[in-house]
């Protein structure tokens, strides 16, 4: 995924009312910016870090600049817009990127599902296989080398991992990928600190049959693009001192 135009760079003043936030460019100047992200986007918004916006040439939009990228104080390159991991997961799966999805011909977008009415984010279809069924989330929450999913409690997310594992129970290909767009992070695993209940579906959606696949993101301001599968850790690790 190529930007273009380029991507503008600013200065984090704050982030605030979930949808908001506040850069100053070089110039001096005080933009405010919409932000596509509802989570908690711990790490991801800490003031002084380097912002990376898009600006769209709608006139009806009230904030037309969107905050895309946070490059870190650390050096670390984040996508927040959450909309971009659904993009990066198609453009993988065209081009052959995932293995684990790769040889069917139809991909669908926002397919209804489920017992609980749910959207799927794709289904796979292909002649004399089973239909795939794709979710997708978003993965910006490092802490150390590993990256966590959910940032904050998600009822919406338990929801999607009970639909999945009907789907795998009804015998067609349930996949959750983690599509995990934080250069620093190079594992992945369920935030049982944060969402116990959510680690746990994740557990019991695998041994039902669901599978579970975690993809990492190359990031700049220039590009984005899913290039390597990351190791998956489930359960807990337990240190020495534990």
């Not at 594992?187 to 994740?202: E, G, M, N, T, V």
């Amino acid at each position: 995924m190529q930007f273009s135009p380029p991507l503008k760079s600013a200065r984090l003043i704050q982030r605030y009312k979930r949808f908001l936030a506040d850069v100053v460019t070089p110039e001096g100047e005080v933009l405010t910016l919409h932000c596509p992200n509802t989570g908690a986007m711990t790490g991801c918004a800490t003031p002084g870090d380097t912002v990376w916006y898009s600006t769209s040439d709608s006139k009806t939009r009230k904030y037309p600049n969107t905050w895309e990228v946070t490059q870190t104080q650390s050096g670390a390159f984040i996508c927040v817009n959450t909309l971009r991991a659904n993009q990066l997961v198609k453009e993988a799966i065209q081009a052959n990127v995932i293995s684990e999805l790769s040889g069917y011909s139809v991909l669908k977008n926002e397919v209804k599902y489920g017992e609980e009415r749910s959207r799927i984010d794709f289904m796979l279809q292909a002649d004399n296989r089973r239909n795939c069924y794709i979710e997708v989330k978003s993965v910006t929450l490092a802490e150390k080398e590993y990256g966590y999913f959910p940032d904050a409690v998600t009822e919406r997310g338990q929801k999607h991992l009970r639909e999945l594992m009907g789907v795998a129970a009804s015998g067609d290909r349930a996949v959750v990928l983690f599509a995990v767009l934080h250069s620093a992070i190079t594992r992945f695993s369920p935030a049982r600190h944060i969402d116990p209940k959510y680690a746990q579906l994740l557990i019991e959606a695998q041994n039902k049959g669901v599978e579970i696949l975690a993809y990492k993101a190359e990031l700049s301001a220039d590009n984005m693009t899913l290039i390597e599968p990351l190791p998956v850790v489930l359960s807990p690790v337990i240190t020495a001192e534990q």
